[in-house]
C-alpha cells in the first residue's frame, strides 16, 4: 500500500517507533444516531461525486453506463429499502445526483454539517 502510494506521486513517511491505528473513533459507531447521520451525509456525497467524477473524467460511453446504472438501481434501492426504513438515505442518494447534475450546491444545513 505505501509502495502504491509512493508510485502515485504521495509522499510517505514512516517513523520508527510509530504504529499506524485504524480504529477511529473506537466505538464503531453502530446504532448511535450520530453515526447513522455520518451514514446520510456519505451516501449524498458519494452519489454526488461520482457523477462530477464522471462528468469531468468518463467518456461519453462511460457516462451513458453510469446514466442507466442511476435509472435502472436507484428506484430498486428505494423500493427496496422503503419497507425497512431506510428510504431517506436512497432519497439523499438521488438528492445529491440531482444536485450534481443541475450544479446546486450542497444542502450543508439539511445534512447537519453547518
Do not use: I
Not at 446504472?69 to 442518494?93: D, I, M, S, Y
Request: proline share 5%; aromatic share 6%.
Amino acid at each position: 500500500m505505501v509502495r502504491a502510494g509512493a508510485r502515485g506521486g504521495m509522499a510517505c513517511r514512516l517513523l520508527p517507533g510509530r504504529r499506524g491505528d485504524a480504529r477511529g473513533t473506537g466505538d464503531g459507531g453502530r446504532g448511535t444516531s450520530k453515526a447513522a447521520a455520518s451514514v446520510r451525509v456519505r451516501k449524498y456525497f458519494t452519489a454526488r461525486n461520482m457523477v462530477l467524477y464522471a462528468r469531468r473524467h468518463a467518456s461519453p460511453v462511460q457516462r451513458a453506463k453510469l446514466a442507466c446504472f442511476l435509472v435502472g438501481t436507484l428506484p430498486l434501492q428505494l423500493l427496496w429499502n422503503l419497507p425497512r426504513g431506510r428510504a431517506g438515505e436512497v432519497v439523499l442518494k438521488m438528492r445529491g445526483v440531482r444536485d450534481a447534475l443541475t450544479g446546486r450546491r450542497p444542502p450543508f444545513e439539511a445534512l447537519g454539517l453547518r
